[in-house]
């Protein structure tokens, strides 16, 4: 339908020889007639089904109207969740790596993994037959979002809990293309005593006040899929301020010594439904594994395993920014 151009103006007055109240009843009056003149007009252009009656303007496609509200274009959308097991339910453990492909891992970081007791690998987007039997036998529980999570780029909306064993949590996220996130792998110890796999051979090392902490970082391609980065870390000792560099700019941070594991990074690119599985290895006491995924609990040791999910990135071909950008990889 084409565009109207609508002109409501005030006829000419000459008030000149009126009284004030003449004056103010002869405006009136013509200030109700444009009004409803304009009105019918407005009102039956609505129902003719126009969209603007701006002059000039161009009617917006349908489907632009229709589009639903999205996160920022270059945010990567995740579930995080720990499914928890007797530490004696070997059985169960092994039913789920079953399932998982470990070799999508390159060989040589998948050794250095095992020298420090953790093993990892890929999963598509159908959970492991077992889990899906702990998930069936409780509800989830939601939980309120945080009232501003932009300056870290990390966003939590709902958390699961179990009141049973085997017990499984999650954590939605929202990350911004290459800002850091960070995964809480394990409570907080008073003391530690690691073994750890390093060029020279086993060594020990001793942490005080230390917990386990995946950083993650996102990077969503330009196919719809996003590259994940999962780097182990042991946060230690007590917290001190430190300057830290992002975006160009320095802040001045309250935060814990921490022991960057980078030899020991996970990168993979997951279409949405994939998942990263990362877990410990049997028999490993003492290891970084160990530590990351063993924990005591009501008096029972347990371990855990941890999985990854891409859920949605904002990125697409189809919605390529009209001057070209494209997310940083």
């Known amino acids: 339908m084409t565009n109207l151009s609508l002109e409501l103006s005030m006829p000419a ?16 009056m013509s200030s109700a007639r444009a009004l409803i003149t304009g009105s019918c007009l407005l009102l039956a252009i609505a129902v003719a089904g126009c969209e603007s009656i701006a002059p000039g303007q161009k009617l917006k496609p349908a489907d632009a109207l229709m589009q639903a509200a999205r ?9 995080v969740f720990f499914v928890r097991l007797p530490h004696d339910d070997r059985q169960s453990y ?11 891992i390159a060989g040589e970081l998948r050794q250095r993994l095992s020298e420090n007791g953790m093993r990892a690998g890929l999963l598509s987007a159908q959970l492991p037959t077992r889990v899906q039997q702990f998930l069936q036998q409780y509800e989830v529980i939601e939980d309120e979002l945080p009232s501003d999570p932009s300056e870290t780029g990390l966003q939590q909306g709902s958390k699961v809990n179990f009141d049973k064993e085997p017990q499984v949590t999650m ?7 290459g800002r850091r996130g ?10 530690a005593e690691v073994l750890l796999k390093e060029e020279d051979g086993l060594r020990g090392r001793s942490y005080a006040n230390c917990q386990g902490i995946f950083a993650v970082k996102a990077f969503p391609q330009r196919d719809g899929r996003a590259t994940f980065e999962l780097v182990p870390e ?14 160009g700019v320095w802040r001045l941070e309250t935060a814990k010594p921490r022991h960057v594991f980078d030899d020991l990074m996970l990168k993979a ?13 049997p028999n490993r006491p003492g290891s970084l594994g160990h530590h990351f995924f063993t924990e005591d609990q009501s008096g029972e040791q347990h371990r855990k395993l941890l999985f990854v999910r891409l859920t949605q990135t904002q990125w697409d071909d189809r919605f390529q920014p009209a001057d070209g950008n494209t997310p940083k990889d």
């Open 171 to 177: 954590r939605r996220l929202q990350l911004r293309s």
């Open 13 to 28: 007055l000459s008030l000149d020889n009126l009284s004030p109240c003449q004056q103010f009843q002869r405006y009136f």
């Open 234 to 247: 042991l946060h230690h000792g007590e917290p001190c301020q430190r300057f830290s560099g992002a975006d």
């Open 269 to 281: 690119t997951l279409t949405p439904g994939e998942m990263l599985l990362v877990g410990s290895l």
């Open 182 to 191: 960070e995964i809480i792998a394990s409570n907080l110890k008073k003391s």
């Open 71 to 79: 996160m920022s274009p270059d945010s990567v959308g995740l579930e």
């Open 94 to 104: 092994e039913a789920i790596w079953r399932e998982v492909d470990e070799t999508s």
